[in-house]
């Protein structure tokens, strides 16, 4: 059973559309963190989680929303997708004690066309 | 602020050849330093890390780093490459209290030549 569950895996979407991605954990992790992946930029912070409806934002967080409704769940949404949002999406755990580090999901490779 | 630079975007070796690849950190404390392993198309892998126990860490798949503070340095290091080697590297760096976020380094890609 997969720790760190993401879905879709891959996703083409029109711009201006709306879409959400979801990360599901087995882990029983407090912490959630949302991060993309571009060529050149390493892994850039979007958002991130604290507890159960307790979120905040990262360091690219302009035109993405996330939320939190149970421990295992952590869904980022593109409001109005845009071509700069094509990217790789990663989704993390941690245990939030900063010796831990992160367990990560598969990605989501999502396409803005 | 804490910051992660991996010097060298590409890196390549022969197989069998030693495997070096750089992290410099900046911290204004001492900080929990991690390595990463990115196979094509997966998620990323925890190598190895540094929390401030024996500065020479060991992991899987025969990698080891050293952390030096004098240098700031966490660099990555592999007596002999194998071709399964080949994916990319991340560094990454976290304060030791009070945090839950990691700053993360650009990656350096590792090329296995036969």
């Known amino acids: 059973d997969a720790g760190i569950t993401q879905s879709p895996r891959h996703k083409v979407t029109e711009t201006g559309t709306p879409v959400t991605l979801r990360c599901h954990q087995t882990e029983n992790h407090r912490y959630m963190y949302w991060y993309r992946q571009d060529p050149g930029h390493g892994l850039r912070l979007i958002h991130y989680s604290y507890g159960v409806k307790d979120t905040d934002k990262g360091e690219v967080s302009d035109g993405y929303s996330v939320s939190r409704s149970k421990t295992e769940d952590f869904l980022l949404t593109l409001e109005s997708a845009t071509s700069s949002q094509t990217s790789v999406y990663f989704c993390?755990?941690?245990?939030?004690?900063?010796?831990?580090?992160?367990?990560f999901g598969s990605g989501t490779r999502l396409t803005v066309v | 602020a804490q910051s992660v630079t991996q010097l060298g975007s590409h890196v390549s070796v022969s197989e069998g050849a030693l495997v070096l690849l750089r992290c410099n950190y900046s911290s204004s404390v001492p900080p929990y330093l991690f390595w990463y392993v990115q196979y094509p198309n997966q998620g990323l892998q925890l190598l190895l890390k540094y929390t401030s126990a024996a500065t020479l860490v060991k992991g899987i798949n025969g990698f080891e780093a050293e952390f030096k503070k004098s240098e700031t340095s966490f660099h990555l290091t592999k007596p002999s490459a194998h071709m399964s080697d080949a994916a990319e590297y991340f560094c990454?760096?976290?304060?030791?209290?009070?945090?839950?976020?990691?700053?993360f380094g650009t990656g350096t890609r590792l090329k296995v030549l036969a």
């Open positions: 993390a755990t941690s245990t939030g004690t900063g010796d831990y580090g992160y367990t």
């Open positions: 990454a760096v976290s304060l030791p209290s009070g945090t839950y976020k990691y700053i």
